[in-house]
């Protein structure tokens, strides 16, 4: 019998998960089943429990359950006890094990795939929930020289920020305390793009030379991505290369195994050019 694995989350129909693993699996040989299954909101728990008890080995969790994940998990990794987020599980014979593969996958997208450092650039990410969560950490070993958390609610960004070691280069406000600031990197790690919604953003708060980043894939020209191209920021990338390079490294935990990403991409590219064809 093929060995299960899922993505659990709310919405679940974008998700590129399944034929992302599907393309690992056929790549490295490796028996397996991945779905993505769609969890009540008040239900992540029962979802989660009734996966394992049909066999599951592991998951992916995506919005708006990675907080929750975390508090699931009977054991965590060191990267995810930072992140105080899980976007995947393992399951065993000890329990549930939760780590954190976003900050990894975000900064092997910018690195390798866009080839951009974030070390001594001025950096915004928005939003304060388990996407942010997951790579604030990666982003600050970066040693970017100012990382600023946005959030609707300044003190949830705060609250994020005072998780991490004390660190001059890194805060918490709301959105209306950016005016009057530049960043050279602007992280999108809010789900606003899935309901084609826009954070209140003022304007100005990309440098020249600025890279507008959001996590959100599959959406096309995202508000955000329109946003900044409005603002004159010519490098625009959605989250499509961070959701392989993280969707690698739970492989690797799951399997043991590092699949190649570039023609995994390289495959969701052209999917992703013909449907926009299509419509």
Same mark, same amino acid.
């Given at each position: 019998?093929?060995?299960?694995?899922?993505? *659990?989350?709310?919405?679940?129909?974008?998700?590129?998960?399944?034929?992302?693993?599907?393309?690992?699996?056929?790549?490295?040989?490796?028996?397996? #089943?991945?779905?993505? #299954?769609?969890?009540?909101?008040?239900?992540?728990?029962?979802?989660?429990?009734?996966?394992?008890?049909?066999?599951?080995?592991?998951?992916?969790?995506?919005?708006?359950?990675?907080?929750?994940?975390?508090?699931?998990?009977?054991?965590?990794?060191?990267?995810?006890?930072?992140?105080?987020?899980?976007?995947?599980?393992? *399951?065993?014979?000890?329990?549930?094990?939760?780590?954190?593969?976003?900050?990894?996958? &975000?900064?092997?997208?910018?690195?390798?795939?866009?080839?951009?450092?974030?070390?001594?650039?001025?950096?915004?990410?928005?939003?304060?929930?388990?996407?942010?969560?997951?790579?604030? +950490?990666?982003?600050?070993?970066?040693?970017?020289?100012?990382?600023? %958390?946005?959030?609707?609610?300044?003190?949830?960004?705060?609250? &994020?920020?005072?998780?991490?070691? %004390?660190?001059?280069?890194?805060?918490?406000?709301?959105?209306?305390?950016?005016?009057?600031?530049?960043?050279?990197?602007?992280?999108?790690?809010?789900?606003?793009?899935?309901?084609?919604?826009?954070?209140?953003?003022?304007? +100005? #708060?990309?440098?020249?030379?600025?890279?507008?980043?959001?996590?959100?894939?599959?959406?096309?020209?995202?508000?955000?991505?329109?946003?900044?191209?409005?603002?004159?920021?010519?490098?625009?990338?959605?989250?499509?290369?961070?959701?392989?390079?993280?969707?690698?490294?739970? *492989?690797?935990?799951?399997?043991? #195994?590092?699949?190649?990403?570039?023609?995994?991409?390289?495959? &969701?590219?052209?999917?992703?050019?013909?449907?926009?064809?299509?419509?």
């Amino acid at each position: 019998m093929s060995d299960r694995y899922c993505v *659990f989350g709310n919405p679940i129909g974008h998700s590129r998960s399944p034929a992302i693993h599907a393309a690992f699996a056929a790549q490295c040989r490796q028996d397996l #089943i991945y779905e993505a #299954i769609l969890a009540p909101r008040d239900g992540f728990v029962d979802a989660v429990r009734s996966f394992v008890a049909g066999s599951g080995r592991g998951a992916n969790v995506t919005v708006p359950f990675k907080e929750e994940a975390c508090l699931l998990a009977n054991r965590l990794t060191d990267r995810a006890k930072v992140a105080g987020a899980v976007n995947t599980l393992v *399951f065993d014979g000890a329990g549930m094990l939760g780590d954190n593969t976003d900050g990894y996958g &975000l900064l092997r997208d910018l690195t390798l795939n866009l080839g951009y450092q974030a070390a001594g650039k001025r950096v915004l990410l928005l939003g304060a929930g388990g996407a942010a969560r997951g790579v604030i +950490g990666p982003l600050l070993d970066t040693r970017p020289a100012a990382l600023v %958390v946005a959030n609707r609610t300044a003190d949830r960004a705060r609250d &994020l920020a005072q998780r991490l070691p %004390v660190t001059t280069s890194l805060r918490g406000c709301d959105y209306a305390e950016l005016a009057g600031q530049s960043f050279d990197l602007v992280i999108n790690a809010t789900s606003a793009s899935l309901g084609g919604q826009l954070p209140p953003l003022p304007k +100005g #708060i990309f440098a020249a030379d600025s890279l507008a980043y959001d996590m959100m894939y599959g959406q096309g020209q995202t508000p955000f991505l329109v946003f900044a191209g409005s603002q004159g920021v010519a490098r625009l990338a959605d989250g499509l290369g961070m959701l392989v390079e993280q969707a690698a490294e739970a *492989f690797r935990i799951w399997r043991g #195994i590092r699949p190649d990403t570039k023609p995994v991409m390289a495959m &969701l590219r052209v999917a992703e050019a013909a449907t926009s064809a299509t419509r």
